[in-house]
């Protein structure tokens, strides 16, 4: 028996994916890489952005030839946009060859509605509309041998006026300490060489539970025996906390790095967002880590053509890119999001959006190709070792502490080790290296 998993949006979803892959693990399946060949078909959905949404409904429809073919196999949807309002609703009566539908908050139950489905014939379409606690005793399988993902803080309460999260995802809700140690350190017993704790909101984390905060928990954490190391998304400058950066300058194990998620430069897009910070707040912050940590690569993300976003709103948040300087950004387009409050406000003509967005990309652009150049070209960095170049035969990469990609020749060999490596050449997002003695 064969099961294939087709993921769509954050790491959030990849991270339920490897539960469900965990949970398939159990009954007896085996991951393949095809849905042709899968006895069980998972698509994991999201819906953070309306591409996103378009994609895994484009995906859906593409597996009724399939199911007309093989009607015994079984194919599965969850994720956030079934989830959201009556989407699972509409999705089962658009596509009514999907045999079984749960969301974000039932995901644990998987197994039994697979059960279900196998043993009695049932088509089974669940959405719980609330969540239960931190589910913890979910078995996972890790889709990678060097770096692996936990939860420790699940939900979000920011209610930011353009995201859907806290509505697919409830709220905060924080993994009990001795869970999250355990897990940790059974993995890095096991081999792991790098753990990312993984939340919608990590700086939250404890508040729901009392007694520790997250630079206490990942203080903790680096004192685990081993060569590993520690990463940590995503953060929000709301909550971001002095202590925090004391923890990552003097633990080892702690990447120097920070996904720290602006989304705007200007305050009164800030406030329209309901991000509880202003520009000068962020650029505090920053000049703090900096202070501290000179080397931090620091990334972010960014939203442009937001509604009620000016000309001038726009100028200030490139000015805010070019006092940074990030190792990298993520940058998007505005993406109206059905039962947010920005949803119902007048948008920007998307012609608007997309001159916005072309400028920024190649701002960051510049900014990346110069970084490369002054700190980079001719250095040596320690990498660890996680893959194969996804398509240059030979080539291999890993990440500095700093969260960059260096691609290198090597073989199979050196997944999974610490190796030093000299930048020789770098392209506008990529740098190319060679192993030192
Ligand atoms: S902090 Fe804001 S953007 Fe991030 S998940 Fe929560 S509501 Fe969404």
Redesign the pocket.
């Known amino acids: 028996m064969r099961y294939h998993i087709i993921t769509f949006g954050c790491q959030m979803n990849v991270h339920d994916s490897e539960k469900i892959a965990g949970m398939l693990t159990e009954l007896g399946y085996e991951k393949c890489d095809s849905a042709e060949q899968a006895d069980v078909i998972v698509i994991n959905t999201c819906c953070i952005r309306e591409t996103a949404e378009s994609k895994a409904i484009s995906k859906i429809g593409s597996l009724k030839q399939i199911k007309d073919k093989h009607p015994e196999k079984i194919v599965a949807v969850c994720g956030c946009m079934t989830q959201a309002g009556d989407n699972s609703q509409k999705l089962s009566e658009r596509f009514p060859f999907i045999d079984i539908i749960f969301g974000t908050h039932n995901i644990h139950h998987f197994k039994d509605y697979l059960l279900e489905r196998r043993e009695l014939g049932k088509k089974v379409v669940e959405i719980w509309e609330r969540e239960e606690g931190a589910i913890d005793d979910v078995p996972v399988l890790t889709g990678n041998s060097v770096s692996a993902f936990v939860n420790i803080i699940y939900g979000?309460n920011?209610?930011?006026t353009y995201?859907i999260?806290?509505y697919v995802r409830g709220r905060e809700r924080s993994r009990p300490f001795e869970a999250i140690y355990s897990e940790v350190k059974k993995l890095i017993e096991g081999d792991y060489k790098e753990v990312v704790l993984l939340g919608?909101?990590v700086n939250s984390y404890g508040n729901d539970i009392g007694g520790m905060k997250f630079y206490q928990l990942l203080d903790k954490l680096s004192k685990i025996e081993g060569k590993y190391r520690l990463r940590f998304m995503t953060s929000?400058p709301k909550d971001f906390d002095d202590n925090l950066i004391r923890v990552i300058r003097d633990n080892e194990r702690v990447c120097n790095s920070i996904h720290l998620p602006v989304q705007s430069g200007s305050d009164r897009i800030l406030k329209a967002m309901n991000r509880n910070y202003t520009a000068a707040d962020y650029l505090k912050i920053i000049e703090k880590i900096y202070k501290h940590i000179p080397d931090c690569g620091i990334t972010s993300d960014f939203m442009v053509g937001f509604p009620g976003e000016t000309d001038e709103d726009f100028k200030a948040t490139l000015d805010l890119v070019k006092k940074v300087r990030y190792n990298g950004c993520y940058m998007f387009v505005y993406s109206r999001r059905k039962g947010t409050p920005a949803a119902e406000w007048e948008q920007v003509p998307d012609e608007v959006k997309k001159q916005r967005i072309v400028e920024l990309i190649s701002l960051q652009n510049q900014i990346t190709k110069e970084i490369n150049r002054e700190k980079y070209l001719g250095n040596t960095f320690e990498i660890l070792v996680d893959g194969k170049h996804d398509k240059r035969e030979g080539l291999y990469c890993g990440k500095t502490e700093c969260g960059r990609l260096i691609n290198f020749e090597g073989d199979e060999s050196h997944i999974g080790q610490f190796l030093n490596v000299k930048v020789t050449k770098s392209a506008t997002s990529a740098l190319f290296g060679e192993i030192c003695a």
């Open positions: 979000c920011n209610f930011c995201c999260v806290p919608q909101n929000h």
